[in-house]
């Protein structure tokens, strides 16, 4: 069965401090890989996804920046956190494949654990 | 025009009555749609996807999609305090989209 990991649990940073946050999956190949963020009483924000290594898209531009150096890993990173980079972060996972073309392959997405972020 | 609705509650409901959960989405190329569950301080876990039209029976829930008129809900039947948690409907056309999601108390 394939599992999900997030590293670490909680993270508590100064503003201006670097971040790396990482996710790695079991049990699976070439999964498509997504980052998205929570804030606090709102909607879950996609970040990047990616669909391969080394490739990473941009949803929303900001101090963030994602990374794929191996298959089932994805690592979310920033040189300088602000205080609103606070929040629930969330990997998640879906199974490869193409549908008409769209880029996200099969639909169903599963989450990592999280890693919940406060910026002071 | 949000791209999903949910309303954000709390919707209140008695243990063992049938909770009922809703989402709107503008998005008529969607073709799949998801409720997650979530606890509070957890991740999402998903609970159910359906993709035609009607309704879509797992255990004690029951997703029911109509596409014609935009809306796709979750009923929960024998609802348990277990049941507690926010509850994220999203849709999938490129890419999926989350609603900010209802939050359900089971009341004991």
């Known amino acids: 069965s394939q599992t999900i990991h997030q590293w670490p649990a909680t993270l508590v940073q100064p503003v201006g401090s670097p971040l790396s946050l990482e996710c790695t999956v079991e049990g699976t190949s070439n999964p498509n890989l997504y980052w998205y963020r929570q804030a606090a009483g709102r909607g879950l924000q996609l970040l990047f996804y990616?669909?391969?290594?080394?490739?990473i898209s941009s949803e929303v531009p900001q101090n963030l920046s994602a990374s794929r150096p191996q298959d089932r890993q994805f690592i979310l990173s920033s040189k300088k956190l602000l205080l609103s980079d606070s929040g629930f972060y969330l990997c998640?996972?879906?199974?490869?494949?193409?549908?008409?073309?769209?880029?996200?392959?099969?639909?169903?997405?599963?989450f990592g654990p999280g890693t919940r972020l406060t910026v002071l | 025009q949000k791209e999903v609705e949910q309303n954000s509650g709390p919707l209140s409901v008695p243990e063992g009555a049938i909770a009922s959960l809703n989402c709107t989405y503008s998005?008529?190329?969607?073709?799949?749609f998801f409720w997650y569950r979530q606890y509070s301080g957890k991740s999402p876990e998903l609970i159910m996807s359906i993709y035609s039209n009607g309704d879509k029976e797992d255990g004690r829930f029951t997703a029911q999609l109509n596409k014609a008129s935009q809306y796709v809900s979750l009923l929960i039947r024998d609802s348990q305090p277990s049941d507690s948690a926010t509850y994220l409907c999203?849709?999938?056309?490129?890419?999926?989209?989350f609603g900010t999601g209802t939050r359900l108390t089971i009341i004991p």
């Open positions: 998005d008529r190329g969607s073709q799949s």
């Open positions: 999203a849709f999938r056309n490129e890419k999926l989209t």
């Open positions: 990616s669909v391969g290594i080394g490739q």
């Open positions: 998640a996972w879906s199974g490869a494949g193409t549908s008409g073309g769209a880029v996200f392959g099969t639909d169903t997405q599963y």
